[in-house]
């Protein structure tokens, strides 16, 4: 584990399990039907702990990016450049993330995105790049 790994107790375990088996998960609340991320054992919208994990369909559109040439935390500064991201969610929630495979030139707000996973460390990480095709 590194310094950079996230704390995964009983709580947020479902997640990353989800995320190394390739799938993202979000947070549901029954009270007020609304989507959050990210993930909280209590609804930010209406209060109610009446929340469940739910598999989310993995499709996004860019809200904003940053282009990141130079970074001073070691498990960063040997990947520069990358996208730093906001997304969001085809359910409702953005989510901070990376963009991966886009050349800079290519991004454009409001283009569609789709999950991806990338192994870090003991952990497995949602990033967002191009739809695949279907051909």
């Known amino acids: 584990m590194t310094a950079a790994d996230p704390d995964i107790d009983a709580f947020t375990r479902p997640y990353w399990d989800a995320a190394a088996e390739g799938h993202l998960l979000l947070r549901h609340c029954v009270a007020c039907d609304r989507t959050h991320h990210y993930p909280r054992e209590f609804c930010p919208h209406c209060w109610s702990e009446d929340v469940r994990w739910e598999r989310a369909s993995g499709r996004a559109t860019l809200y904003t990016w940053s282009v990141v040439h130079r970074n001073d935390l070691p498990l960063f500064g040997e990947r520069v450049p990358y996208v730093a991201a906001v997304v969001d969610l085809a359910e409702g929630p953005r989510m901070m ?5 886009v050349p800079e030139g290519d991004l454009r707000i409001g283009m569609e995105l789709e999950v991806a996973f990338r192994a870090e460390g003991e952990v497995t ?5 191009r739809p695949r095709s279907d051909g």
Not at 125 to 129: E, L, Q, R, S, W
């Open 125 to 129: 990480v949602p990033v967002f790049g």
């Open 97 to 101: 993330t990376e963009v991966v495979g």
